[in-house]
């Protein structure tokens, strides 16, 4: 069981020829609102992500975790303010590899360093993406992409929700893996490029599960392969792009709950027990499930060995992409 230690501080001892003073033990942690911030728009899927999170903390802490969304420059606005918050436990948010990995290698004044910045809490919940194309194409698996793609280099055109996001990246990572060239091309928001994918604008793209997967079962876009280096449990008839004959594909997707750094071992264990039995609860995976996640548990220390991990293929993604920062 996760120790449920109060977090105590006596007052410094007086004088040698001074009464002793009594120890004075600060309120328990927590007794009062948690405020979990999420640094995107609410409605969108890091949102619903974040509000699962909080919904899981409040019920096992016994206090309000209270959403606040702070949007802006690809999330830098709220992640930067959490970094200078206060480390007390007070003050967390849903933390992703796009704000904590992407983004401070994207911004030049992004107000935050990266994972360095940060307390590793715990992971979430996992998601996949599919890499999906135009079904008019003559290409129905990972294979016949490169081929087609080698016989045509620079000619596939692969959209994204903009540059530097994680499906930029991953078209960045599949170029680097099996040496094809494609085109990339921005959008603002993965909406439109999935409609420029339908309407035949572009050959391709690598969108999240959740976004196209209601267009791949409409047959207005075909469905390749899945990111994640396994199979994809909420649709495991899609085969991966790794057994597919591409080595060392795999960019993961997740959202997790980070706190500034310096936050009490105490209080992050706490945190990460509860969360960790949250996702163990079959009416929280069915919910993660209808968002199209999976639930994704973690120590802390696990949590943040992969963060570290994950931040030196970013940073050789970034730079082959050649996008500069802003």
């Known amino acids: 069981m996760i120790s449920r230690r109060h977090l105590l501080a006596a007052a410094p001892a007086l004088g040698a020829t001074s009464l002793a003073a009594p120890a004075v033990a600060q309120a328990p942690w927590p007794n009062r609102p ?19 999170q909080a919904e899981v903390l409040q019920a096992g802490l016994g206090v309000p975790v209270v959403v606040d969304n702070r949007a802006g420059a690809g999330g830098t606005i709220g992640t930067a303010h959490v970094a200078q918050s206060a480390p007390d436990g007070y003050t ?3 933390a992703s590899p796009s704000s904590h990995l992407g983004a401070p290698l994207l911004f030049r004044n992004a107000g935050y360093q990266g994972v360095d910045d940060f307390s590793a809490i715990a992971t979430f919940a996992t998601g996949t993406a599919l890499v999906c194309v135009n079904p ?7 294979q016949e992409l490169i081929a087609y793609a080698r016989a045509r280099p620079g000619q596939i055109n692969y959209g994204s929700a903009g540059a530097g996001g994680a499906n930029h990246m ?11 060239e494609f085109t990339h091309v921005p959008y ?3 909406a439109p490029a999935l409609a420029d994918l339908i309407g035949g604008n572009i050959q391709l793209v690598f969108d999240s599960y959740s976004g196209i997967i209601g267009s791949v079962r409409a047959g207005q876009v075909r469905a390749l392969a899945v990111t994640n280096p396994e199979r994809w449990p909420l649709a495991p008839e899609f085969p991966t792009v790794q057994e597919q004959g591409v080595p060392n594909f795999d960019l993961p997707s997740f959202s997790a709950v980070m706190g500034p750094r310096g936050v009490p071992e105490e209080i992050v264990m706490r945190m990460n027990g ?11 995976v069915q919910r993660l499930a209808a968002n199209g996640n999976a639930p994704y548990a973690s120590t802390p220390a696990e949590f943040a060995s992969l963060m570290q991990a994950q931040r030196r293929i970013w940073v050789e993604l970034v730079q082959a992409s050649g996008v500069e920062p802003q």
């Open 92 to 94: 967390i948010m849903m």
């Open 274 to 284: 509860i969360i960790n039995e949250g996702l163990r609860n079959p009416a929280m």
């Open 188 to 190: 603002r928001g993965a």
């Open 34 to 52: 948690i405020r979990l911030v999420v640094p995107y728009p609410p409605g969108g899927a890091s949102d619903i992500a974040g509000r699962l």
């Open 136 to 142: 008019r194409l003559p290409i129905n698996n990972i």
């Open 170 to 180: 991953l078209g960045v990572l599949f170029m680097l893996r099996t040496g094809v």
